[in-house]
T-cell receptor, first 114, second 113 residues
Framework: AQTVTQSQPEMSVQEAETVTLSCTYDTSESNYYLFWYKQPPSRQMILVIR??????QNATENRFSVNFQKAAKSFSLKISDSQLGDTAMYFCAFMKNNNNDMRFGAGTRLTVKP | EADIYQTPRYLVIGTGKKITLECSQTMGHDKMYWYQQDPGMELHLIHYSYGVNSTEKGDLSSESTVSRIRTEHFPLTLESARPSHTSQYLCASSQGTDSYEQYFGPGTRLTVT
């Protein structure tokens, strides 16, 4: 079974600074998808960024980028120029190729301080 | 925000009551999911559906049941609520192709007294 580990229950960062959230996963699969989801307080969970395991290039979405290390089974999220609106729970998730069974980590609560 | 809706948003009920949590999506997605999430914790899949008349149990054992009579509607029912059912319930849907992204509803926070 696949497991997803987020070792940082809580983090904080100053506004405009950069922060990196860690995620590791365990799988024997070679093809899979990795996701970072954001859950703001009392708001809907939304997708931040997605990475296909077969792609070597790290995904980027504006201020959000990932460091995907397939051999190390690591998938960290970097948030640049942090904004107050980035305050949220961040969940790392794993999904096998062609399978909609998504496994989530326990989450990291990020607080951006003014 | 995604076109997926859940009602009610908050519900406080007594032990033994029957309840139905509603979930609807207007994106025409075939695949829908129910997750249970305790405060500040990870999500656990309790039910999923790959289409009309298709329902499966997820990894986390749950006393709830689901139905999928229409593509857009995926209600979850608890026949007899207990305090152990107190949690947040998140509904999600996906097209199941290309990106495999799941779109989430706002959640129902259930408290059973």
């Amino acid at each position: 079974a696949q497991t997803v580990t987020q070792s940082q229950p809580e983090m904080s960062v100053q506004e405009a600074e950069t922060v990196t959230l860690s995620c590791t996963y365990d799988t024997s699969e070679s093809n899979y998808y990795l996701f970072w989801y954001k859950q703001p307080p009392s708001r809907q969970m939304i997708l931040v960024i997605r990475q296909e395991a077969y792609k070597q290039q790290n995904a980027t979405e504006n201020r959000f980028s990932v460091n995907f290390q397939k051999a190390a089974k690591s998938f960290s999220l970097k948030i640049s120029d942090s904004q107050l609106g980035d305050t949220a729970m961040y969940f790392c998730a794993f999904m096998k190729n062609n399978n909609n069974d998504m496994r989530f980590g326990a989450g990291t609560r990020l607080t951006v301080k003014p | 925000e995604a076109d997926i809706y859940q009602t009610p948003r908050y519900l406080v009920i007594g032990t033994g009551k029957k309840i139905t949590l509603e979930c609807s999506q207007t994106m025409g997605h075939d695949k829908m999911y129910w997750y249970q999430q305790d405060p500040g914790m990870e999500l656990h899949l309790i039910h999923y559906s790959y289409g009309v008349n298709s329902t499966e149990k997820g990894d986390l054992s749950s006393e709830s049941t689901v139905s999928r009579i229409r593509t857009e509607h995926f209600p979850l029912t608890l026949e007899s609520a207990r305090p152990s059912h107190t949690s947040q319930y998140l509904c999600a849907s996906s097209q199941g192709t290309d990106s495999y992204e799941q779109y989430f509803g706002p959640g129902t926070r259930l408290t059973v007294t």
